[in-house]
């Protein structure tokens, strides 16, 4: 019926039954399977006995009816702008636990919100967990690549580097089933504990600006805050962080670390573990998976140890090879910048080289293919025309990218855009001298600072007045932030109000010629660090300075002496 369909139907049957036939996963990553071939395969896929974990999520009615109006205002805008405030309080029944969990529509593109498998961001309330996450999300199999987010996972985690656990359920919502699932683990400490690293912070760019641009009326893409260069950092599991002596000192130097590499002020060697960025960007490189390399898309894990900003493997999505020639990931500007660092460019070049090798010689292939044979089953008993993955594929890539590996990066610079859902970035920072604001413009346009001034939390308080200590006069006139280049950071050192705990600090500018005032408050931040925080040092140095180190015969290795020893740092 369905080659018929196909063969002899008008134009608009035979694309309902093509559309049928992709929303059953034909044609992903096998080009060379016929529509026939696939068909007269599903019944296999269909009658195979598979062992499926379910969920089965409970949302109240008026519960449910918010995010069915999050859905809307979405699907009418074409971009999911998201917020803490609209999680949901909801409950899951997975085996012999039940428990109650908080959730909200997740997703950016409206492709996470089609039919009824709508994505979800779920977090476990108190201390309990589930498949031993308590922060992960729940999204059609086909927003990810089906089983290929699991290869590119597995390819990472082959590399040594950090990439969240990711696999498949059968879910039930409110007693309707919905069918296969992909479960993604979010950044936390658990995923920071399943992949062997110490508990620290996991810092991204803030990409609030870039969706709340793409959502505006124009609904351009490439907008000033398409770009790492004009983003804010900020941090997973803020309130965390917040309670947590510890790892407020971590998140301060890890902000610090990637604003240094944003603005130039350390190399990317001294920032990232080079060896694992390296490893990172190859393995993107091998898979063609542009779209994990995005500025929005990048997150970094600070080791507590090495004091090293590490890559974390996110949304890979991968599709089907078939675009071998091209090359993705240089057209990256913050890929671009990476490379650029001898260093990096060379553990970059030394991973290419290894994955290329393990796949042409069979080791990396046979560590994939177990891996999708434990979860292809599962997805083709809902989605049964979906095929493996054409390892053939793989390999025509890996021999290309040995071809054609080279000593320099190409910058493709991005589209310029014109719609601003801020003006100017606005910090409060606090260094040896004091605290300061920190200001920048945000647009490729002169801006003018009108006023600053102190608003209270409490409606029934009058605002305060701005007293800067510097001779820095208002209206101040900030020079244009032209696209992918870095905006001019000036600060302001000032005198703080009476209780500062009780007042948010507003900025208010426009764009010269114009009328329209934007109103921003300032936000608590860390300066770029202008050394790393780990001193450079050298072996005399470190032998004199603690007498308990001897080195061996060999001068390869350092000894400690037996004793106890007072290590003062």
């Known amino acids: ?39 007269m395969k599903a019944p296999v896929n269909l009658l195979r006995p598979v062992d499926i974990p379910k ?37 899951i029944r997975s085996g012999d636990k039940n428990i109650r969990v908080k959730l909200r529509l997740k997703g950016d593109w409206t492709d996470h919100l089609e039919g009824n498998k709508w994505s979800f961001r ?65 950044s936390s400490k658990e995923m920071l504990e399943a992949n062997g690293r110490r508990e620290s912070v996991i810092i991204r760019f803030d990409e609030s600006q870039f ?30 962080i917040t309670k947590s002596a510890t790892l407020s000192s971590l998140n301060a130097a890890a902000t610090g670390l990637l604003r240094s590499f944003v ?41 507590p140890i090495t004091l090293k900003l590490e890559p974390i493997g996110f949304d890979a999505s991968p599709q089907s090879q078939a675009a071998i020639g091209t090359e993705k990931i240089h057209n990256k500007p913050i890929v671009a910048a990476l490379l650029k660092e001898p260093e990096i460019y060379s553990a970059y070049k030394a991973a290419i080289k290894q994955l290329a090798t393990e796949v ?23 989605f049964f025309l979906l095929q493996p993955v054409d390892y053939d594929d793989l390999e025509a890539r890996a021999r290309h990218v040995l071809a054609t590996i080279s000593d320099e990066a190409v910058v493709v610079p991005a589209a310029r855009y014109k719609q601003y859902p801020r003006l100017i970035h606005a910090y409060i920072i606090t260094d040896d001298k004091g605290a300061y604001l920190e200001v920048a413009n945000a647009v490729p346009h002169e801006v003018e600072i009108n006023s600053v001034q102190w608003m209270p939390k409490a409606t029934n308080n009058p605002p305060v ?12 006139h900030l020079l244009p932030t032209m696209p992918l280049t870095l905006p001019d950071f000036r600060r302001i050192y ?68 037996e004793g106890y020893w007072q290590v003062n740092g």
């Open 1 to 39: 019926t369905y080659v018929v369909t196909i063969n002899y139907l008008s134009p608009s049957p035979r694309e309902a039954v093509m559309k049928w036939a992709s929303d059953h996963g034909y044609g992903v990553y096998r080009k060379d399977i016929g529509r026939k071939e696939a068909v």
């Open 55 to 91: 969920m089965v999520i409970d949302v109240k009615f008026k519960y449910m009816g918010e995010l069915h109006k999050q859905r809307n205002r979405a699907m009418n805008r074409g971009v999911l702008l998201q917020g803490d405030s609209d999680f949901v309080p909801a409950s």
């Open 122 to 186: 779920i977090h476990v309330k108190g201390k309990k967990q589930l498949f031993g996450m308590r922060r992960f999300s729940i999204q059609h199999p086909k927003t990810r690549g089906y089983q290929g987010e699991v290869l590119v996972n597995e390819t990472l985690r082959h590399m040594g580097v950090i990439a969240p656990r990711y696999f498949f359920v059968d879910v039930v919502l409110n007693g309707d089933g919905i069918g296969i699932m992909a479960v993604e683990e979010h």
């Open 211 to 240: 969706w709340a641009a793409v959502a505006g009326p124009k609904k351009d893409e490439n907008s000033v805050f398409n770009s790492f260069r004009n983003a804010q950092i900020d941090a997973f599991g803020s309130s965390r």
């Open 263 to 303: 603005e130039g002020e350390l190399p990317a060697s001294e920032v990232f573990d080079v060896e694992l960025m390296g490893r990172y960007l190859a393995v993107q490189e091998l898979w063609g998976t542009h779209h994990a390399l995005a500025w929005h898309n990048q997150r970094f894990y600070l080791n």
């Open 360 to 382: 042409l010689d069979g080791s990396l292939l046979d560590i994939l293919k177990a891996s999708e044979r434990r979860y292809l089953p599962i997805l083709q008993s809902e």
């Open 465 to 476: 007045e701005f007293r800067a200590i510097s001779t820095t006069g208002l209206p101040m």
């Open 494 to 561: 000032y005198q703080a109000p009476p209780v500062p705990g009780e007042y948010s600090l507003q900025v208010q500018a426009n764009i010269i010629g114009q009328k329209q005032d934007y109103t921003t408050l300032a936000q608590p931040y860390h300066a770029p660090l202008l050394q790393h925080p780990i001193p450079k040092s050298t072996l005399s140095e470190q032998l004199s300075r603690h007498p308990f180190l001897y080195l061996g015969d060999n001068e390869a290795h350092l000894y400690v002496s």
